[in-house]
Nanobody, 126 residues
Framework: QVQLVESGGGLVQTGGSLRLSCAPP????????MGWFRQAPGKEREYVAS????????DYVDSVKGRFTISRDNGQNTVYLQMNSLTPEDTAVYYC???????????????????WGQGTQVTVSS
């Protein structure tokens, strides 16, 4: 399984922005759909967004639509999650994940996310 590494988390005030990045050291995942998940304290892990391997299809959970943008740069082997208008409800550990199968032309929580990163903490203060 591909080991992924997230970065870009931190502490931000309500209304602020952060951009998370995800990359697998030593391997490419340019042919795999990718996703972002988050887990807040005391809550189950939640699907946030995903993007197909071409970068043309994206999907978001309703609570982040219009505020978060997922994108990818296959040349840089990196997936991003731009997060704007952050609120304390967005506070969580954010995880990057890769679809187990290549060439998926779809985005959504139905993908088989088999590889995960260690997560990056996002804290939004009120």
């Amino acid at each position: 399984q591909v080991q992924l590494v997230e970065s870009g988390g931190g502490l931000v005030q309500t209304g602020g922005s952060l951009r998370l990045s995800c990359a697998p050291p030593g391997r490419t995942f340019s042919t795999h759909a990718m996703g972002w998940f988050r887990q807040a304290p005391g809550k189950e892990r939640e699907y946030v967004a995903s993007i197909d391997w071409t970068g043309t299809k994206v999907d978001y959970v309703d609570s982040v639509k219009g505020r978060f943008t997922i994108s990818r740069d296959n040349g840089q082997n990196t997936v991003y999650l731009q997060m704007n208008s952050l609120t304390p409800e967005d506070t969580a550990v954010y995880y990057c994940a890769a679809d187990s199968r290549p060439w998926a032309f779809v985005a959504g929580p139905m993908l088989d996310f088999g590889s995960w990163g260690q997560g990056t903490q996002v804290t939004v203060s009120s």
